[in-house]
Each structure stands twice: as structure tokens, then as C-alpha cells.
């Protein structure tokens, strides 16, 4: 089993920049998992923002963004931390929502944290 907590959520202006984290813990060793990032705006469905996985063998995490995010967010991960973390550039009130983080050891994310609230204001 492995738990995720996220954090860092809070009320942020538009413009500003904001990182969030996700530690993890449990049975797992961090570094084998794959982890990404989720925001669920409300009245919307769930939308991944991006994925990373820790590369070992070349020694760089690697990360994949979808289309309409890798402009404004950076996901990177510290394994000796056994964190993960999203920075949101340029904050638009469209990305206030709840974001998620998600562990996977193959292609299914299999674990779940609980959310931490983003509210952006103008």
C-alpha cells in the first residue's frame, strides 16, 4: 500500500506561481513508482496534467505533459523525500480546482491522495 498527502493548496492571486506537494509513504520504495498529477475543476471530470517516472538508468526523471498544460506547469519529483511536486506558473483562475496526485507501479495509477484545493483569485 502506499499513501499520498498532498499539499499547498490554498487561495493564490492570478499571476502568481504556486507549487504543490505530494509525499509518500507506505510499502512501496518511491523512486519504482510512477507519479502524476490530476485537477478536477468543479462541476468537471478529473483531468490528468502529467506523469513522472524516475529514470534510473539514466539517472533523469522523465515527465509527460498533456497538451494543454506543459506551458505552465512543471512536475518534478526528490526521491530521497520520497515527494513529488507541481508548480504552477502564471496562475489563471481556470486552474483553480482540486488537484490530485497519483502513484502507479505499471500503467494504472493504483493509489490516490486526497486532494488539496487551489482557489485563484483576480
Known amino acids: 500500500q502506499v499513501q499520498l498527502v498532498e499539499s499547498g493548496g490554498g487561495l493564490v492571486q492570478a499571476g502568481d506561481s504556486l507549487t504543490l506537494s505530494c509525499v509518500a509513504s507506505?510499502?512501496?520504495?518511491?523512486?519504482?513508482?510512477?507519479v502524476g498529477w490530476f485537477r478536477q475543476a468543479p462541476g468537471k471530470d478529473r483531468d490528468i496534467i502529467g506523469d513522472i517516472i524516475a529514470d534510473i538508468s539514466w539517472a533523469n526523471d522523465r515527465t509527460y505533459y498533456g497538451e494543454s498544460t506543459k506551458a505552465r506547469f512543471t512536475i518534478s519529483r526528490d526521491n530521497a523525500k520520497n515527494t513529488a511536486y507541481l508548480r504552477i506558473h502564471s496562475l489563471k483562475p481556470e486552474d483553480a480546482g482540486v488537484y490530485y496526485c497519483?502513484?502507479?507501479?505499471?500503467?494504472?495509477?493504483?493509489?490516490w491522495g486526497q486532494g488539496t484545493q487551489v482557489t485563484v483569485s483576480l
Open positions: 507506505g510499502g512501496r520504495t518511491f523512486i519504482n513508482l510512477g
Open positions: 497519483a502513484a502507479r507501479t505499471h500503467s494504472s495509477y493504483e493509489y
